[in-house]
Structures are given as structure tokens and as C-alpha cells.
């Protein structure tokens, strides 16, 4: 059974949506963006925008 969420740690959604554009670029100089607007349900992706601050609405 998983963990409970808590307030460090919150149960990550299943789907968010992208409120601004959101890019870096990675240690290996690789670009990644995404467009405003746009639908994220992959849990790494998902993960990667989190861990990073992007802006997202969350859609569940």
C-alpha cells in the first residue's frame, strides 16, 4: 500500500496542464519545452515539471 501524501511530499496528479510555456536546457545541452496549454500525463514528465516549478494546473 503507498505512503499517505503529506504536506512535503503530495500525491503528484495524473494529468496537469501546462498554465505558462515552460523549457530548459538539460546538463547534456539537450532543449525541452512545452507549450502553454499543453496536457501532461506521463508520471516522468509529470515528475520533471514539478521537480522544476512549472506552472500547472492540475487536471484530477
Do not use: F
Amino acid at each position: 500500500m503507498p505512503a499517505e501524501p503529506t504536506p512535503e511530499s503530495p500525491r503528484a496528479p495524473d494529468a496537469a496542464r501546462l498554465i505558462r510555456p515552460y523549457a530548459y536546457i538539460d546538463d547534456s545541452g539537450r532543449r525541452h519545452s512545452w507549450h502553454a496549454g499543453y496536457v501532461v500525463d506521463a508520471p516522468d514528465e509529470l515528475a520533471v515539471l514539478m521537480s522544476r516549478g512549472a506552472h500547472l494546473e492540475h487536471l484530477d
